[in-house]
């Protein structure tokens, strides 16, 4: 992409009122998750970001690797990867059930998160955090997620 | 804020039809941009989750108010 169309295509998502994450696919693969207004700086002519997560990809920006600027509930999924959508609503799903029916979380790294209570587990975008009394907080994103059962049953799965 | 009154903000707020996103403001004129998912009030702890992941845990005291969006972006 040109600076203008870099800064045509990302202009309008960053003044959003209410922001939405999106994602800049990179020519070869990579992915720049965008999910704060404050990450992607438009300081003409230089577009930074500036990430507090992961400070290893911050600095400027060059939009010619850009191919495409995409919303993150549009993003197509990854081989092997919860897609963001799926996560999103099944976790929705999971948390507003009334009766709560617990559920539980299976990571790829053999992690079982159980959510006995649907106060026991925050979400936002495409990150989840567990609390549980006593221990610490597991915090992962739908590319973590092996499945998501309850009642022994396999609701969605990488 | 006490605890009981921030659960029971954060559940008017988070169940308001049509749902409007809204900020909880704390006593350091921090603004947290909030859905309903985003907090859990546990035990006296309040869990907040940022959009980039990265977690918050404080207590109730430490919330002024909560703020719908319009509103908070026309007031200084």
């Given at each position: 992409?040109t600076?203008?169309?870099?800064?045509?295509?990302?202009?309008?998502?960053?003044?959003?009122?209410?922001?939405?994450?999106?994602v800049?696919?990179?020519?070869?693969?990579?992915?720049?998750?965008?999910?704060?207004?404050?990450?992607?700086?438009?300081?003409?002519?230089?577009?930074?970001?500036?990430?507090?997560?992961?400070?290893?990809?911050?600095?400027?920006?060059?939009?010619?690797?850009?191919e495409?600027?995409?919303?993150?509930?549009?993003?197509?999924?990854?081989?092997?990867?919860?897609?963001?959508?799926?996560?999103r609503?099944?976790?929705?799903?999971?948390?507003?059930?009334?009766?709560?029916?617990?559920?539980?979380?299976?990571?790829?790294?053999?992690?079982?998160?159980t959510?006995?209570?649907?106060?026991?587990?925050?979400?936002?975008?495409?990150?989840?955090?567990?609390?549980?009394?006593?221990?610490?907080?597991?915090?992962?994103?739908?590319?973590?997620?092996?499945?998501?059962?309850?009642?022994?049953?396999?609701?969605?799965?990488? | 804020?006490?605890?009981?009154?921030?659960?029971?903000?954060?559940?008017?707020?988070?169940?308001?039809?049509?749902?409007?996103?809204?900020?909880?403001?704390?006593?350091?004129?921090?603004?947290?941009?909030?859905?309903?998912?985003?907090?859990?009030?546990?035990?006296?702890?309040v869990?907040?989750?940022?959009?980039?992941?990265?977690?918050?845990?404080?207590?109730?005291?430490?919330?002024?108010?909560l703020?719908?969006?319009?509103?908070?972006?026309?007031?200084?």
């Amino acid at each position: 992409m040109t600076a203008a169309e870099f800064h045509t295509a990302v202009r309008g998502l960053l003044n959003e009122r209410t922001f939405q994450p999106f994602v800049l696919e990179l020519a070869g693969g990579e992915l720049i998750h965008i999910e704060a207004a404050d990450e992607l700086v438009i300081d003409p002519p230089r577009f930074i970001v500036r990430k507090q997560t992961d400070p290893s990809g911050n600095g400027t920006l060059d939009p010619r690797p850009v191919e495409r600027v995409t919303m993150l509930d549009r993003l197509a999924p990854r081989a092997g990867e919860l897609a963001y959508s799926e996560f999103r609503g099944r976790l929705g799903q999971l948390l507003r059930a009334e009766p709560f029916v617990p559920f539980v979380v299976g990571l790829k790294d053999g992690t079982e998160l159980t959510v006995d209570r649907a106060n026991r587990l925050a979400s936002n975008g495409r990150h989840a955090v567990l609390f549980t009394r006593g221990q610490p907080f597991v915090v992962f994103n739908n590319s973590e997620v092996a499945h998501i059962t309850a009642n022994g049953e396999v609701l969605c799965h990488a | 804020m006490r605890e009981d009154v921030l659960a029971d903000a954060l559940y008017a707020y988070s169940h308001q039809t049509p749902f409007r996103p809204f900020t909880v403001e704390l006593v350091n004129r921090v603004r947290l941009v909030a859905h309903p998912e985003v907090f859990r009030i546990e035990s006296g702890v309040v869990g907040y989750i940022a959009p980039n992941g990265t977690v918050r845990m404080f207590d109730p005291s430490a919330v002024a108010r909560l703020v719908s969006v319009a509103l908070a972006a026309d007031e200084p």
